[in-house]
């Protein structure tokens, strides 16, 4: 009986995520608009159009950008020598993106259990053990922001940390892993780092994790050899020549932006709790388990963010997520009393059909919205619009004013704007173009004043919605030039 029960789990987990998989294929088609994705199309274009060096993704200014990263030089490169579109290679990117993390949980899973329906079942705790409100973040995956941001440097980052605990759970097996093992783990930690610094920090804790909880402890020519590895990949980031990676410890202007993430952690992340209790009967079992002591460092750094202030830790939160997902997973194999395991089969399969009904709205993504079921549609958010409607006026390189959410998808076409539609450590005159445009838009700002602002930073295009102030329509300084969604208009400045 156990037998049968056994293979109706590993042939359900291996189609249900085996549909997720598919659903993110036709997503990737459609490529939804939402979030970063302007900013990631952007850097594709600086790299496409200037390789060695290409200043500021958003605004014309030649400044360095954690943005362009040894994937997105990659993706720049491709552009540049296959001549493709922008958002065909984000398409691209996402492909791989989705192979690495699909292939990499298979990778750590393999390393924590021998059975064959784990991976899957991972899979989709991974995807859908997340909160029964909507939440959705870059380097968060659940399966509706993975949707969203299934292109972004964040996925390819995370599907490389999953193959980076991997090999490195692989390498403590014993003190075989030899120099070129411990380098090559070095060099893949410092590309995770450069791709998407807060992936990073959470591949950090759980290669931390890894180490310490090894069995048995790791020699000490083992341990050199690691730190050996650390060397090389603290080198690598060190000279990494298009931004430098440890000037973004002082980056404290995106405290507030992450405030966010320190509320309604329950209705966000409370799907996870199954996890939660796996990890304590790890725990029970093991001392040094590694997934226990990855969750631990992660909510140690979650916790200090929340209390220090400094809320941009908190997107270190997948590091506690993540474990007690896989835990949640694995506990349903290995919990040794039979009743108990079964108490947790229910549980967690509560817990996934939650998950999956929450982000049922994800289908809209993939198929048109009035093909969903009434209840299904109305979960579905539409994603943003876009600019391609001023493509055909605006040059790249043009600089447009426009307001902060404009500001987020234009250069995505190969111009520049005003001031950043994200905050930019690494600009210094960030406040003052910020400030520029909000004057230009200001109610009682003097018409002088607004034709000054054009003038300063070499204005083109105005980009405006009805009622956002700035020169009046008929101003002889504006030629109307193309109208968009929602009452948009792009205006040419002229002289």
């Known amino acids: 009986m156990r037998v049968a029960t056994s293979s109706v789990i590993r042939r359900a987990a291996w189609v249900a995520a085996a549909l997720v998989l598919v659903l993110l294929l036709l997503v990737i ?100 053990l997340w909160g029964p409100t909507l939440f959705n973040w870059s380097g968060f995956p659940g399966l509706n922001s993975l949707a969203l941001t299934i292109s972004y440097p964040s996925t390819f980052a995370l599907g490389l940390s999953f193959h980076f605990w991997a090999l490195l759970r692989k390498a403590l097996r014993g003190s075989g892993a030899g120099w070129g093992v411990c380098l090559g783990l070095g060099l893949l930690w410092s590309v995770i780092l450069l791709s998407h610094q807060f992936t990073g920090v959470v591949a950090s804790c759980g290669g931390l994790a890894m180490v310490l909880g090894a069995r048995p402890f790791p020699s000490r020519a083992l341990l050199v050899r690691l730190g050996g590895g650390l060397a090389l990949g603290l080198a690598v980031l060190a000279v990494w020549p298009y931004y430098s990676f440890f000037d973004l410890f002082g980056a404290g202007s995106l ?92 549980l967690l399969g509560v817990a996934l059909l939650v998950g999956a009904w929450t982000q049922a709205g994800t289908l809209g993504y993939a198929v048109p919205r009035d093909a969903l079921p009434a209840r299904v549609a109305a979960k579905y958010k539409p994603p943003w619009p876009g600019y391609n409607w001023l493509a055909p006026k605006v040059e790249y390189g043009d600089v447009v004013l426009a307001k902060t959410f404009p500001s987020r998808q ?28 909000r004057d230009y838009f200001a109610a009682g700002t003097p018409r002088a004043e607004r034709l000054d602002i054009l003038r300063r930073y070499g204005v083109r295009w105005v980009v405006e919605y009805p009622g956002d102030g700035g020169l009046r329509p008929d101003d002889s300084a504006l030629r109307r030039a193309a109208t968009g969604p929602k009452g948009q208009v792009l205006y040419e400045v002229r002289g």
């Open 29 to 128: 088609v459609r490529l939804p608009w939402a979030g970063d994705l302007g900013i990631h199309a952007a850097t594709i274009e600086r790299l496409r159009h200037h390789l060695a060096d290409p200043g500021n993704p958003l605004v014309d200014a030649d400044t360095p950008s954690p943005y362009y990263s040894p994937w997105m030089l990659l993706l720049g490169s491709l552009a540049k020598v296959t001549g493709l579109g922008t958002f065909v290679v984000l398409r691209v990117a996402a492909l791989v993106g989705l192979a690495l993390l699909a292939t990499g949980v298979v990778h750590v899973v393999r390393t924590l259990s021998a059975r064959r329906a784990a991976p899957p079942l991972a899979l989709l705790c991974l995807v859908l």
């Open 255 to 346: 405290e507030q932006i992450h405030r966010s993430l320190y509320r309604h952690l329950l209705p966000h992340f409370g799907l996870a709790l199954p996890g939660v209790v796996a990890l304590a009967l790890r725990w029970r079992r093991d001392r040094r388990d590694p997934l226990v002591l990855f969750f631990a460092l992660g909510v140690a750094m979650f916790a200090a963010g929340g209390l220090t202030g400094h809320y941009s830790w908190g997107r270190v939160l997948p590091a506690a997520l993540i474990p007690a997902q896989l835990a949640a997973a694995l506990a349903v194999f290995e919990v040794r009393r039979a009743g108990v395991r079964r108490a947790f089969a229910g």
């Open 410 to 437: 234009i250069p995505a076409y190969g111009p520049y704007t005003v001031a950043p539609g994200y905050p930019d450590f690494f600009l210094p005159d960030q406040e003052e173009r910020v400030a520029a445009v």
